[in-house]
């Protein structure tokens, strides 16, 4: 099995009606990039950079940023690199950035609430993104949106930095700008969402802890953490949607994107996009292979409209693929 996965490596990734979806590879730090290259992504789909500010005795400067997000984006090649700005609170947390004690820290002040408050921050990790953008493809990505005001607002700033850039003549290049979609009251409004970004990735990690309200670390509710439960997954189907309509492109890159049973899913409902670990991408292009759309769609269809649980649907999923 190890030796079919390796000669997949460079291959594109089909199904076996020939339809092409994109696998990429979640990374935290430059570093990550030779085992998603190893492991045959065709693209990063979520750089996860708070690890920078995590790894770091105080706030990482602009320079230290540019760095590490020209040495991803040019050592993809031309391939797409998704960069997930600053997502710090909920669990993790900065020694140099004192942030108040909290009853509910997944329901505080995180990711882009910090950033659009702390602008001083903010600015100087989409400038260095915006420096790096010459150097391949860049798409940028607000984690947390829950409102269309925040995203009209962080993409503002980013596009005052970028004016302040061009008149210092410093060479900026072309970028998508993307969300996050992780939280349900975004995930309802998608179809608002669409017409205002270049993409969505949705993060169901979080979109499930939220849509369940089950705290993703909590072993007590752990058994609410269901990705296949009808309710998830009619959300998913209306962010794809969305996306479409607008003639957007959707992704993934919560766990669930590499996950064997939510794949052929995802596939039936044509999400475009799905970033995992990158051991996983093998695993999943091998499995593509087999699976042919419109069966696909059609268990999809009953996923959605039939099945009444989590269970059901792995029930599902498996006999289709037996
Ligand atoms: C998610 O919420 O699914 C996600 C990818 O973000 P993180 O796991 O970093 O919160
Ligand atoms: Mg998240």
Redesign the pocket.
């Given at each position: 099995q190890k030796a079919e996965w390796a000669k997949l490596r460079d291959a594109r990734t089909e199904t076996a009606d020939g339809k092409h979806f994109e696998l990429a590879a979640n990374i935290g730090t430059p570093k990550d990039l030779a085992g998603a290259t190893d492991n045959g992504a065709e693209a990063i789909g979520?750089y996860?950079t708070e690890f920078l500010y995590m790894d770091s005795p105080e706030l990482p400067t602009e320079d230290d940023q540019f760095d590490a997000y020209k040495a991803v984006i040019e050592g993809m090649n031309g391939k797409p690199v998704v960069v997930r700005t600053m997502?710090i609170g909920g669990d993790k947390h900065l020694p140099y950035l004192p942030l108040p004690e909290e009853m509910n820290p997944f329901l505080g002040y995180r990711a882009i609430r910090i950033s659009l408050s702390r602008q001083d921050i903010f600015r100087t990790q989409l400038r260095a993104l915006l420096r790096a953008s010459a150097f391949g493809h860049l798409r940028i990505m607000f984690?947390m949106i829950a409102t269309l005001q925040e995203f009209r607002q962080a993409k503002a700033i980013l596009d005052e930095e970028k004016a302040k850039l061009v008149a210092e003549g410093t060479e900026v290049g072309k970028y998508e700008v993307g969300i996050?979609i992780?939280i349900p009251a975004a995930a309802v409004l998608a179809d608002q969402f669409a017409k205002e970004v270049d993409f969505f990735s949705i993060?169901?990690?979080?979109?499930i802890q939220y849509t369940m309200a089950a705290d993703r670390g909590n072993e007590h509710v752990s058994y609410l953490y269901q990705p296949y439960n009808p309710s998830i997954l009619r959300l998913v189907k209306h962010v794809i949607d969305s996306a479409h309509k607008e003639g957007k492109w959707a992704g993934m890159?919560?766990e669930a994107a590499g996950d064997p049973i939510m794949a052929p899913i995802l596939v039936g409902l044509g999400l475009d996009e799905f970033s995992m670990g990158a051991t996983s991408i093998l695993k999943i292009r091998s499995l593509m292979k087999r699976l042919d759309t419109a069966e696909m769609a059609k268990m999809a269809d009953k996923a959605l409209n039939e099945s009444l649980t989590n269970d059901d649907n792995i029930k599902l999923v498996k006999d289709t693929l037996k």
């Open positions: 979520l996860r997502d984690p996050m992780e993060g169901t990690n979080d979109l890159c919560g």
